[in-house]
């Protein structure tokens, strides 16, 4: 019996350790050939720039000793088909030579699995214009770059065929733009873009046979070892609750035939657990009396309204921080 991806070819961006290494290594459990990318420039203590560093700057470490080779490395040793690359997804042109690396090796490329980021975490009074720029250019603007040669792809292949083709992009967002994290505000303004980006790719593709979904992943990896420092580990043989392995199956099966009808979705997953957040819905509408609002008649409809709500509830959506399984 063939493997639910048998045939089929795959970038994973970010995949030298933590997340990106489980979804390479499960994509190709599954049967797809993989493209491993990883940057791996210096970061803090010599862990590469993109996923699996927390590096804030000035890093003077030597740079990981090819973490995407070993993980390609330890996916052909299985029996399995991989290469690694080293671009960084941030750069247009880089992003573009990535796409071509898959399609050049494999013939075409099938997934596109959206994983690198880096942190620098600030309260927003504090945070530099570089920090800003640094992680709305990896985390988005590394999104948008390998997207829009995956999608144009897709797109000539369909055109050529004359019928859809099959591709499927998963994005990696975070539930720190769904619940607002105060000290992250780079960062969760560009998971937030992410998911605008998927689902503006989504309607774009659709007719194409591609479908675009975002995950908001848990995981406790070098880029998070801060964030989850006071939740300690499981003795033994049990797997951790945030270990990365969690997240890498529903990568699978959303870059699988399976989920064709899976499309423009938001999910969270960890632990053992999967999520789907529902879209956003109108609360109240209020309709002006004349042709336009006035501020006396704003003050009247929207003042009211706000004073019944719960004092702090905003946009953001904390709870989903308190999701578990079971």
């Known amino acids: 019996m063939s493997l639910p991806l048998q045939g089929l070819s795959a970038v994973v961006t970010g ?18 050939a993989v493209v491993v990318n990883d940057y791996g420039q210096p970061g803090r203590g010599g862990s590469p720039l993109l996923e699996g560093s ?17 993980v390609a490395a330890e996916i052909r040793a299985a029996g399995g088909s991989a290469l690694a690359q080293g671009g960084d997804v941030s750069d247009f042109a880089q992003a573009r030579a990535l ?3 898959a399609v050049t090796a494999y013939g075409k490329l099938d997934i596109l699995v959206n994983n690198a980021g880096i942190l620098r975490d600030r309260m927003v009074f504090s945070m530099t214009e ?19 040669f995956a999608a144009a792809h897709w797109r000539e292949r369909s055109k050529r065929a004359g019928e ?28 937030g873009g992410i998911v605008g980006l998927t689902t503006s790719t989504a309607l774009a593709l659709a007719r194409y046979g591609v ?13 998070t070892e801060d964030v989850f420092a006071g939740i300690e580990q499981p003795s033994g043989a049990a797997l951790d609750p945030l270990a990365p392995e969690h997240v890498a199956p ?16 938001l999910l969270v997953v960890h632990g053992g657990m999967v999520a789907v957040v529902e879209r956003p819905r ?33 946009f953001a959506a904390a709870e989903v921080l308190g999701l578990k399984r079971g």
């Open 130 to 148: 570089e920090e800003w720029d640094a992680v709305v250019r990896v985390h988005l603007k590394g999104h948008f770059n390998t997207t829009r």
């Open 164 to 191: 859809p083709v099959f591709g499927r992009i998963v994005n990696t967002s975070s539930e720190a733009f769904l619940a607002g994290s105060a000290g992250q505000p780079n960062y969760a303004a560009a998971k």
């Open 250 to 265: 529903l990568v699978g099966y959303l870059a699988s035939p399976a989920a064709a009808h899976v499309n423009g979705q």
């Open 15 to 32: 995949a030298g350790r933590g997340i990106g290494r489980a979804e390479a290594l499960e994509l190709a459990r599954l049967g797809a």
């Open 54 to 70: 927390r590096e804030r700057g000035g890093g003077t470490g030597e740079a990981a000793a090819g973490p995407a080779e070993e």
């Open 282 to 314: 109108v609360a109240a509408r209020f309709d002006s009396k004349q042709d336009t609002f006035t501020y006396d008649e704003l003050e009247a409809v929207l003042g009211p309204y706000y004073a019944d709500r719960p004092a702090g509830e905003t």
């Open 99 to 101: 796409v071509e690396s």
């Open 211 to 223: 479908t675009a979904n975002a995950i908001c992943p848990r995981a406790r990896t070098r880029m």
